[in-house]
């Protein structure tokens, strides 16, 4: 006689919901815009950041010549 109940690996554990990121905006907002919006504008503030930096070679260090 089979029993009725799924195998044991296949049955997922009871655990406490742990969400993160998206997730935890979804659970309060319900919804994922804000965690679009927040994503587009770290991406926005990352991208100026790069083109405010110097990346400009600097000069060679020449070294002296020892005799």
Same mark, same amino acid.
């Given at each position: 006689?089979? !029993?009725? &109940? %799924? &195998? %044991?690996?296949? *049955?997922?554990? =009871?655990?406490?919901?742990?969400?993160? /990121? #998206? #997730?935890?905006? +979804? @659970? &309060?907002? #319900? !919804? +994922? @815009? &804000? =965690?679009?919006?927040? /994503? *587009?504008?770290? /991406?926005?503030?990352? /991208?100026?950041?790069?083109?405010?930096? @110097? @990346?400009?070679? #600097?000069? %060679?260090?020449?070294?002296? =010549? !020892?005799?």
């Amino acid at each position: 006689m089979q !029993s009725c &109940h %799924p &195998h %044991p690996i296949l *049955v997922r554990p =009871a655990r406490v919901k742990r969400r993160r /990121g #998206g #997730g935890l905006i +979804y @659970d &309060h907002f #319900g !919804s +994922y @815009d &804000h =965690a679009w919006r927040l /994503g *587009v504008a770290i /991406g926005l503030v990352a /991208g100026v950041a790069q083109m405010m930096t @110097d @990346d400009q070679p #600097g000069r %060679p260090i020449l070294r002296e =010549a !020892s005799a």
